[in-house]
């Protein structure tokens, strides 16, 4: 891909539309559907191609982990406060 072309993406999580060359995504959040149709009318508006880029195993796998870790902080904070409680008099 050239310079200045759109590609959407996926990483951390979160569809992407983003111009190649620049840091970052243009756009952040909402599905892939979304953020297709964002990269789509960028790339027409610029007069370059649109690809979409499928999500690699690995940051699935890297989602995957992120969510599953941040499940068990939140069990393990409330089975901690679920102890701790006084009882109602």
């Known amino acids: 891909m050239a310079n200045g072309d759109i590609r959407t993406y996926y990483e951390d999580g979160q569809w992407k539309p983003k111009v190649d060359g620049s840091s970052r995504g243009a756009h952040v959040g909402g599905t892939r559907a979304e953020h297709s149709a964002v990269g789509r009318d960028m790339a027409r508006e610029r007069g ?3 690809r979409i880029t499928r999500p690699t195993v690995q940051s699935r796998n890297r989602t995957h982990m992120a969510t599953t870790l941040a499940r068990a902080r939140a ?8 102890g701790c409680a006084a009882p109602l008099s």
């Open 48 to 50: 370059v191609e649109h």
């Open 75 to 82: 069990e393990q904070t409330t089975k901690g406060r679920r």
